[in-house]
């Protein structure tokens, strides 16, 4: 049976086996963008604020697959290398099954508390009938949501990414197709936009489903399985970092929210909203690299292939560097058109998220080497430390920056916050990878 992830890496090749998960990555993170796109063009930007306010309840469901997915993959991974295979599917097949027994119960659950959870949120008499619609949409997907973010991180460390990319971008494109169709003939609002992104998050799940069903000559598919909680408790634990990533993501944008609101009002709103749609998209390249080639680092971790790590380590470190520096140039070129997709050139939301912007814009020379030094720590197998890297970068420092920066230099500080954040990470990643470099021998 071919396993890609045991062969010997190059440059060149391990670029080529992450780009595909870079690219999905990248389009997927365009499913939200394009909603925010058609919302705002074609609805209002009360509508386009009313996303922003409800997404934090669909962080919190994505964050639930990540962690299974990541921390899933890591173990699974390992035992591959060590040649455990039956042991592998056995933990994939479980973690599967967790997966849909959680979507279960988080839709039931949010069924029952859906108003309350969005007042909690921020949602005002303004805006709590189109988050109400959009929210709830996207409560019935709940469990194809938390398959796909499984199934991305699955497919590769099955040694098949390019399905995954092809998957993504099949749902992406429907996602837009559908997306005019059900707020433009159909004038569905707000709900058509939701649904459009469920369809799309749907033919991934399902295709997934089938793929891991019935192709036996992957490494990994569906077999018989039992409950093994040190199997589930040891996923969570390792995957912790990503699902504290996305849970971070939902507080921050509710503080985010909450301080627009404080000092601009709903303008302000769709203003960070917008900074976030492009801030997801740029920061997808380094999550996509790093999801990549974490299966990769945790294959030769479980096979004790030391020489390969190393090698892996410096090439990842040479692509973090450069794309850092492109991605950073690039959001200077670029903000204001990705911005007018959103909002009228010389609108007040366009100048708010404009000037916004170029403060915002310096985190991303720091984001891409904090985002692969937790996906390291993952594909370790160390999810504690990776967690902590994680907590401190996406809350700690960046909920403090937020709560503090604003009340001494106004909005401006709202804009510092991020960059603030991830320089003081960058110093906490650099610490870790000089105390942990003899015990996984990655220098």
């Given at each position: 049976m071919n396993n890609s992830l045991q062969k010997d890496f190059n440059f060149t090749s391990l670029i080529k086996f992450s780009l595909p998960t870079v690219a999905m990555m990248v389009f997927?993170?365009?499913?939200?963008?394009?909603?925010?796109?058609?919302?705002?063009?074609?609805?209002?930007?009360?509508?386009?604020?009313?996303?922003?306010?409800?997404?934090?309840?669909?962080?919190?469901?994505?964050a639930i697959g990540v962690m299974l997915g990541a921390g899933g993959s890591a173990l699974i991974a390992k035992k591959m290398g060590e040649g455990k295979l039956?042991?592998?599917?056995?933990?994939?097949s479980l973690i599967v099954y967790a997966g849909i027994a959680i979507g279960l119960t988080l839709t039931i659950a949010g069924a029952v508390f859906m108003k309350p959870m969005l007042h909690f949120l921020g949602a005002n008499e303004a805006l709590m009938g189109y988050c109400y619609d959009y929210a709830f949409t996207l409560l019935l997907f709940t469990v194809p949501t938390i398959l796909q973010m499984i199934f991305q991180y699955l497919?590769?460390?099955?040694?098949?990414?390019?399905?995954?990319?092809?998957?993504?971008?099949?749902?992406g494109c429907m996602n837009i197709v559908l997306d005019?169709?059900?707020?433009?003939?159909?004038?569905?609002?707000?709900?058509?936009?939701?649904?459009?992104?469920?369809?799309?998050?749907?033919?991934p799940s399902l295709v997934g489903l089938v793929y891991f069903s019935f192709n036996k000559k992957s490494p990994l598919y569906f077999v018989k399985t039992k409950l093994q909680l040190p199997v589930l408790s040891h996923s969570c634990t390792n995957g912790s970092?990503?699902?504290?990533?996305?849970?971070?993501?939902?507080?921050?944008?509710?503080?985010?929210?909450?301080?627009?609101?404080?000092?601009?009002?709903?303008?302000?709103v769709a203003a960070i909203t917008i900074l976030l749609y492009v801030d997801f998209m740029l920061k997808a390249v380094f999550l996509g690299f790093s999801m990549g080639v974490s299966p990769i680092i945790s294959y030769n971790y479980g096979s004790q292939n030391t020489e390969q790590i190393k090698k892996i380590f410096k090439y990842c470190l040479s692509f973090i560097m450069a794309c850092s520096g492109i991605i950073y140039a690039s959001s200077i070129i670029f903000a204001p058109y990705l911005t007018a997709i959103f909002a009228p050139k010389g609108s007040n939301v366009y100048n708010l998220a404009i000037g916004g912007f170029m403060l915002y814009n310096i985190s991303f020379l720091f984001s891409g080497f904090n985002i692969f030094s937790s996906a390291l720590f993952t594909a370790f197998?160390?999810?504690?430390?990776?967690?902590?890297?994680?907590?401190?970068?996406?809350?700690?420092?960046?909920?403090?920056?937020?709560?503090?920066?604003?009340?001494?230099?106004?909005?401006?500080?709202?804009?510092?916050?991020?960059?603030?954040?991830?320089?003081?990470?960058?110093?906490?990643?650099?610490?870790?990878?000089?105390?942990?470099?003899?015990k996984y021998q990655y220098i």
């Open positions: 997927m993170s365009m499913y939200s963008t394009v909603d925010g796109a058609f919302v705002s063009k074609f609805i209002n930007t009360n509508a386009l604020s009313a996303l922003n306010i409800a997404y934090p309840l669909f962080n919190g469901v994505i039956e042991e592998a599917r056995q933990d994939f497919f590769i460390t099955a040694g098949n990414p390019h399905l995954g990319l092809v998957l993504i971008i099949a749902g005019y169709v059900f707020i433009v003939p159909l004038n569905m609002g707000i709900s058509g936009a939701a649904l459009a992104t469920g369809i799309g998050i749907l033919i970092s990503e699902m504290v990533t996305e849970l971070s993501n939902a507080v921050i944008t509710f503080l985010y929210n909450a301080i627009m609101l404080k000092y601009i009002g709903e303008d302000g197998s160390n999810g504690k430390i990776s967690a902590v890297i994680s907590f401190f970068r996406t809350f700690l420092f960046l909920s403090a920056g937020l709560l503090l920066l604003p009340s001494l230099v106004g909005i401006r500080g709202a804009w510092m916050a991020v960059t603030v954040s991830e320089g003081m990470s960058l110093i906490m990643s650099l610490s870790f990878l000089f105390k942990y470099r003899t």
